[in-house]
């Protein structure tokens, strides 16, 4: 069975690109009936914050990606890790350094001056000594003094690393007993049974360092994928200002979800050049082999196509449910299929949507006063009023084509034109002059709001 994980450290918000990865973890895991798990790495109790897990997992749950089971914490996990220190200690596959910090920076200053790579020079790696009392000890594991760490990554293909120039014995434990990252991460991987690892490629330099930790526990190495960056069009680390943005701010500008999956899964991968993937589609054909060698470009216009193509197809029900999120609630409203099929084509993104719904379902609080002084001039207040009396007469009208008919009539009585009424009842009904077919407008709105709000502005005026 196939197991992924995500693993975000909760420094800050979920960022886009992590976003991506989550993503083909949960594809890859799903299309096989596997797990997808959640981790949450807040090993680093200085820069983490549960606000920033709390916010990741509520993030986590707007894109609609469950997990399974329940999200692992690092910062739970201490003993577990403390026990496998202790267990490469008794093994003698890792060691107590006393080395100080003066001493490792005379070290690396040395290094430097003789243009090597700063690195651990293995001094207390067999030692035997009586260690200094003023040093508290970190602990440093064994790692390969030479030779390749190779192997055979799922998109990059053979990766190799000659140990002289990546590692060193690193620490695996501070003084203070806390372990560290690259220790943690293959601890957790292993032992919550990840069988495939799919991350970025700035993770490409910890793997050889994660796979000594394999290594010396005895666990099963998983197959990595490490993915190229998203670049900002110009070829550039992606900035806040290209969109490299918390994922809930997509929420606030009027992305979909559903959109912003479907723009990730292109971005770094590809099936011939079908741009729209419903949820199925890309569990069906999504495969981390597959996975673009090069970087992939940001690219908002895309973003936004995308996202007017899901507001144009998605179920009015999921629309609705999509809606409350943006305070407007359309359950209780009888036409709302009828209003956001009227609607859908025009909107950009929800926000719009939302505005321009809002705008039909709720009476006007104040008048456009550019549409007031272009479109109310003259007897254009007395031909609504007459108009509204027309309607009245009528009795109930629930069709388009009725309020048409009634208005047609009424226009030609009196030898008007449909500019001299549509504008004006936009204006009553929706407070601008812009809005969908008017007649259209009308029958959503119903009759009854309909007379109420071109009386409104015919009584109380502008
Ligand atoms: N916690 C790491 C990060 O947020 C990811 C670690 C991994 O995927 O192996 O970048």
Known sequence: MIVTRFAPSPTGYLHIGGLRTALYSYLWAKKSGGKFLLRIEDTDLKRNSKEAAIAIEEAFKWTGLSHDETITY?????????????QLLDEGKAYYCYMSSSEKDE???????????????????????????????????????EGEISFIDGVKGEVAFDVKDVLDDFVIARADGTPLYNFVVA?????????????????????????????????????????PMILNPNGKKLSKRDGAMDVMDYKK?????????NFLIRLGWSHGDQEIFSMNEMLELFNPNDINKSASAYNAEKLSWINTQYIKSLHVDRLVEVLKEYDLDLSGFDKAEELINLLRDRAKNMNELKDMASSIVNEPTQYNQKAVEKFLKGDALEILAAFNDELKSKGDITLAEDFKDIANSFLDSRGLKLKHLA??????IVGSAVSPSVFDVLSIVGFKSVLKRIDNLCKTGV
């Open 253 to 261: 500008d009027g992305y979909l979800p559903e959109a912003i999956l």
């Open 423 to 428: 504008q004006p009842i936009r204006i009553a």
């Open 74 to 86: 690092q910062s739970s996990r201490f003993d577990i890790y403390k026990k496998y220190v202790q």
């Open 107 to 145: 070290l690396y200053e040395k290094q430097k001056a003789n243009k090597e790579r700063t690195k651990y020079d293995g001094r207390y790696r067999n030692f035997k000594g009586i260690p200094p009392s003023n040093v508290e000890p970190v602990v440093r594991i064994k790692a390969p003094l």
């Open 187 to 227: 601890i957790d991987d292993a032992l919550m049974g990840v069988t495939e690892v799919i991350r970025g490629d700035d993770h490409l330099s910890n793997t050889p360092k994660q796979m000594v930790v394999y290594k010396a526990l005895g666990f099963d190495i998983p197959k990595f994928y490490h993915v």
